[in-house]
C-alpha cells in the first residue's frame, strides 16, 4: 500500500483543483446558490417546552407492596403521552390555544389535532421530570399550545390521580371483604373436621409411631431369642447323641471284653507256670470261649436293634443309657427348650399381629393429618392476608382522603413555557455557511476520490516504491506568458464570479433579515 | 554581417591556413591538430586523439542562427534561464545534472521515449537539450528519431526541407547539410526529414551507426538526444536503444496506468536510466504577502 504524505497529497490536490477551476467555480456555484435558495424557502419552526414534575411513587404501589408481584417503574412518559393525547385534552388545548377560531370544520380541526400530535415530543428527564416539546411555524402558537397542555396535563393528572386512590381503596376493601368470607370458610371446615376425627390430634401420630418402633424392636428380639433357642435345642441333642455313645461303649458288650481281656492276662500268667492241660488253664479258656460267644451275641443284637432304628428313624437308646442321670438331665433341658420355642413362637405371631394393626391405624392417623394441615395452613395463609389487607385498607382510605382534600397531589410545572423568540432547527445563516463551505469542500473530495480510485498514476511515488524504476525528475506543467495572461483573465473572472455569489447571498440574506422572503 | 559571422568566418580561415595548433583537450592534454578541412573528413579510426579535440572555441563561435528572445522561447514552452517559474528549470537543471553524473562526466547518446503514442515526451526532450545548452561549454544535439509522428521541427517552429532520413537514403547527403539551427545557444536539430518509408531499415544500416560515431566524436562536450517513439509501439526506438547509451522514459501525470509503465520499463532493460515525471499540474503562483517571494 502506498504510503503517501500529507503535503504530497495536498500539493496534488491543489493542483488539480488548480487546473480544473471551470468546472469546480461551476460546481461551486451550483452548490452555494442551491443551498441558499433552499435556506431561503426552508420553513421557519419555533419551540417551545415546558417541564413538569410527577410524584415518582404510585399510589398503589406502597399499598400493595408484597401483597401482590412488585409492578413496573411506572413511565410517565406513557401515562402523560396517553392523557395529554385524549381527545378531552386535545379538544381543550385547541379551544385554549386559538386553534378552533382558525380551524372552523371538523375534518380541518382533526387534521391540526394530528398534525399537533405529531409535532409534540414528551420526553422523561428522570428523577419524575418530563419535558413537553412542541414545534410550529408560529412562535406565539407553539407558546399558547405547550402552556395549555401542560396546565390542562397537571388538572387531568391531579384527578386521575384522585380517582386512582379511591379505585385503589375500593379495590383493597373488596379484597378485605374477600378473605374475610375465605377464613371464615375455613374456620369451620377446621371446627368439622376435628369433630369428625378425635384421633386426628397431631400427637397420636407421635404414640403411633413410638409403639410401632417399639413393637418392632420387641418383634426383633423375639425372633433373636427364637433363633438362640433353637441352637441351644441343637446343642441339646447333639449331647444326647455323644452321651448315648458313651454309655453304650460302658455296655455288656464292652463288659465282655473287659472280662475276656482279664482272662486272657490269667490265662498267659498261668501258662507260664503250667501246662495248657491244667485245669485253670482248660477252665479259662472254656470261660473265655464262652465270653467270647456272649460278646459275639450281644454284637449281633446290637447291630441287629441299630439297623431297625435306622430303617424306622427311631432313636436307638438302650435301657442301660436311659438309666445314665446325664442323660436324663439332657433329656430334661431339650424338652424345656422345646417349650422356650412354642412360646416365643406364639409371642412373635402376637407380636407381628399388633404391628400390623398398629400400621394401619398410623395410615388412617396420616390420612387425616394432610387434611387438618391444609385446612390450617389455609387457615394460616388467609388470616396472615386478611390481616395484611386490614392496614392496607386503613392506608388506602389516608390516601383517598389525602387526595379528596387535594393534599395529596404531586404534579407541579416546574418550568413554564415561554415564547420562543428564535427559530429551532435548521435556519438560514446554517445554508448560507454551509453552502458556501460545501461548494469548495465537495469539488475537492470529488478530486481526491478521483485520485484513489482512477488507476492512472498521479503520483510519482507509486513509480519509485511500487514499480521500483528511479525517478529523475517531477516535471510540472510549463505555462507560456499568453497563456499566463489568459490564466489571470481567467482567474479575474472567477473571482468576479465569486464576487457575484456573495452579492447574491448578502442581498438575499438582507431580504431575509427584512422578513420580505 | 553580424559580429557572429565575422567570427565564423575568421575561425574558418584558421582552420583552412593549415597550420598547426594547439588545442587543449578534455584532460588537459595537449595535441596538434593537424591541417583538417572540416570535422566530416576526419577519418573515424585513425586519428581518436585528434577526433576528442575540444573545439570550445569553436563551439563559442557557432553559428545559432537568429537567437530566440525570452517571449518567444516562453510561447513554445522553452526554458530559458530568467523565466519566472525557476522551478521547472532547476527541476531540468537537476536532471542534466544526474545525466553527466551518470556519464561521469563524458558525452553520451541518449533516447527519450514514451509509453504510448498519445503522449508526447519532445516537450522533455527540448527542454532537456536546452538545460545542457545553458553550459557554455556544452552543445547539445537532437536528433528527431520518431519518423512515424515526428514534432521536434514543428514544437521549435522549424522549417526544415532535409533531416535524417535524407541523409540516411542519400550518400551524398551530409551531417551538416542536416542540422538545423535552433535560435537557442549551442542546441542544434536533426530533424526527421521528408522521406518516412522503410524506417527500420535506416536505423539498422551501418550509416546511421557512423553517423552517430561522428557525432559523438566530433565534440567532446557535445550530447546527444534521440527523441523517439513510444517504446511499446514501435520497433525503431527497440533498434534505436542499441546506438544509444542511456534511455529515459517519460511518464504523463493522471494519463496512463501503472500496467504500461511496467511493459515500457520492461521493454527497455538496462539501458533504462529513469523516469521522467511530467505535466504535473501546479497549485496557482502567487506572492506571500510581506515577504516578496513566491509560494514556489
Not at chain 1, 435301657?319 to 417349650?339: C, F, H, M, V, W
Not at chain 2, 542544434?188 to 546511421?208: C, D, H, L, Q
Amino acid at each position: 500500500m502506498l504510503q503517501l504524505q500529507p503535503e504530497e497529497i495536498l500539493y496534488t490536490l491543489f493542483g488539480e483543483f488548480y487546473a480544473r477551476r471551470n468546472a469546480i467555480f461551476i460546481f461551486f456555484v451550483l452548490i452555494s446558490l442551491g443551498f441558499l435558495g433552499v435556506g431561503t424557502v426552508w420553513p421557519k419552526h419555533y419551540t417551545s417546552t415546558t417541564v413538569i414534575q410527577i410524584n415518582s411513587s404510585n399510589i398503589l404501589q406502597p399499598l400493595l407492596q408484597g401483597a401482590a408481584e412488585e409492578a413496573k417503574p411506572v413511565d410517565h412518559v406513557a401515562n402523560a403521552r396517553e392523557i395529554i393525547f385524549g381527545e378531552k385534552i386535545m379538544n381543550a388545548v385547541m379551544e385554549k390555544s386559538g386553534w378552533n377560531e382558525i380551524y372552523q370544520t371538523e375534518i380541518e380541526r382533526e387534521r391540526v389535532k394530528q398534525e399537533i400530535k405529531k409535532n409534540v415530543k414528551i420526553n422523561n428527564l428522570g428523577e419524575g421530570l418530563i419535558k413537553i416539546e412542541y414545534r410550529h411555524s408560529e412562535p406565539e402558537r407553539t407558546y399558547l399550545t405547550v402552556k395549555s397542555m401542560a396546565e390542562l396535563f397537571v388538572s387531568e393528572g391531579e384527578k386521575v390521580k384522585s380517582e386512582e386512590s379511591l379505585a385503589a381503596f375500593n379495590f383493597i376493601d373488596n379484597q378485605v371483604n374477600e378473605y374475610l368470607d375465605k377464613l371464615t370458610s375455613v374456620e369451620q371446615d377446621l371446627l368439622k373436621f376435628h369433630s369428625n376425627n378425635p384421633d386426628s390430634r397431631p400427637e397420636q401420630a407421635a404414640e403411633v409411631s413410638n409403639r410401632i418402633t417399639a413393637l418392632k424392636a420387641k418383634i426383633e428380639q423375639t425372633e433373636l431369642e427364637l433363633r438362640e433357642t433353637a441352637i441351644k435345642r441343637d446343642s441339646i441333642k447333639k449331647q444326647l447323641s455323644g452321651e448315648a455313645a458313651i454309655t453304650i461303649s460302658q455296655s455288656r458288650e464292652g463288659q465282655y471284653r473287659s472280662k475276656i481281656a482279664e482272662m486272657q492276662a490269667e490265662l498267659e500268667t498261668l501258662r507260664l507256670d503250667f501246662k495248657d492241660t491244667y485245669p485253670d488253664i482248660v477252665r479259662l479258656k472254656q470261660q473265655i470261649a464262652d465270653l467270647k460267644t456272649s460278646l459275639h451275641l450281644e454284637i449281633e443284637r446290637r447291630k441287629e436293634v441299630v439297623s431297625k432304628s435306622k430303617t424306622s428313624g427311631e432313636l436307638y437308646i438302650d435301657e442301660a443309657i436311659l438309666l445314665n442321670p446325664l442323660y436324663q438331665q439332657l433329656r430334661g433341658d431339650l424338652s424345656k427348650t422345646e417349650t422356650t420355642m412354642a412360646t416365643l413362637n406364639t409371642r412373635l405371631s402376637e407380636l407381628k399381629k399388633i404391628l400390623v394393626a398398629e400400621y394401619d391405624r398410623a395410615q388412617k392417623i396420616h390420612g387425616g393429618s394432610t387434611a387438618l394441615t391444609k385446612l390450617t395452613r389455609d387457615y394460616g395463609v388467609n388470616k396472615d392476608i386478611y390481616q395484611d389487607l386490614l392496614k392496607r385498607r386503613e392506608n388506602a382510605r389516608v390516601s383517598k382522603s389525602l387526595n379528596q382534600e387535594q393534599k395529596g397531589v404531586k404534579f407541579k410545572i416546574q418550568e413554564p413555557a415561554i415564547v420562543p423568540v428564535l427559530p429551532s432547527g435548521l435556519r438560514f445563516i446554517h445554508f448560507v455557511i454551509a453552502g458556501l463551505a460545501l461548494g469548495i469542500l465537495i469539488p475537492l473530495m470529488m478530486i481526491y476520490v478521483v485520485l484513489l480510485v482512477d488507476p492512472r498514476i498521479h503520483f510519482s511515488k507509486i513509480i519509485s516504491t511500487e514499480l521500483k524504476l528511479p525517478v529523475l525528475a517531477e516535471i510540472n506543467q510549463i505555462t507560456s506568458f499568453s497563456e499566463e495572461e489568459k490564466i489571470k483573465t481567467h482567474m479575474m473572472y472567477i473571482a468576479i464570479g465569486v464576487f457575484i455569489v456573495l452579492c447574491i447571498y448578502g442581498y438575499v440574506g438582507w431580504l431575509k433579515l427584512a422578513g420580505q422572503i | 554581417m553580424s559580429k557572429i559571422e565575422d567570427a565564423l568566418e575568421k575561425a574558418k580561415k584558421s582552420r583552412e591556413s593549415g597550420s598547426a595548433q594547439l588545442t587543449v583537450v578534455g584532460n588537459n592534454q595537449v595535441v596538434t591538430d593537424t591541417k583538417s578541412k572540416g570535422l566530416d573528413k576526419i577519418p573515424g579510426q585513425e586519428n581518436d586523439a585528434i577526433q576528442r579535440v575540444s573545439y570550445s572555441k569553436e563551439i563559442m563561435l557557432m553559428d545559432d542562427g537568429k537567437i530566440r528572445d525570452n517571449k518567444e522561447l516562453s510561447e513554445l514552452k522553452i526554458i530559458y534561464s530568467e523565466m519566472n517559474d525557476t522551478k521547472v528549470a532547476n527541476t531540468f537543471r537537476d536532471l542534466r545534472t544526474k545525466l553527466i553524473h551518470a556519464s561521469k562526466g563524458k558525452n553520451f547518446i541518449a533516447m527519450i521515449t514514451s509509453c504510448y503514442s498519445g503522449e508526447n515526451s519532445s516537450s522533455v526532450t527540448i527542454n532537456l537539450a536546452t538545460a545542457f545548452s545553458f553550459d557554455e561549454s556544452k552543445t547539445s544535439l537532437i536528433i528527431d528519431c520518431n519518423l512515424s509522428n515526428p514534432t521536434i521541427d514543428k514544437m521549435l517552429g522549424l522549417d526544415a526541407n532535409i533531416g535524417l532520413t535524407d541523409y540516411l537514403e542519400n550518400e551524398d547527403t551530409k551531417v551538416d547539410d542536416t542540422l538545423c539551427k535552433t535560435g537557442i545557444k549551442r542546441m542544434k536539430v536533426i530533424p526527421a526529414g521528408t522521406s518516412i518509408e522503410n524506417t527500420v531499415e535506416y536505423f539498422t544500416s551501418a550509416r546511421i551507426r557512423n553517423m552517430m560515431q561522428e557525432i559523438l566524436n566530433r565534440y567532446s562536450d557535445r550530447y546527444v538526444f534521440l527523441e523517439a517513439a513510444p517504446i511499446t509501439e514501435s520497433a525503431d526506438s527497440r533498434i534505436l536503444m542499441d546506438l544509444c547509451d542511456y534511455v529515459i522514459l517519460t511518464v504523463p501525470y493522471g494519463r496512463v496506468t501503472k500496467r504500461k509503465v511496467q511493459d515500457a520499463a520492461e521493454a527497455i532493460g538496462d539501458k533504462l536510466l529513469g523516469v521522467v515525471f511530467n505535466e504535473v499540474p501546479k497549485p496557482p503562483r502567487f506572492k506571500i504577502p510581506g515577504t516578496g517571494r513566491s509560494n514556489t
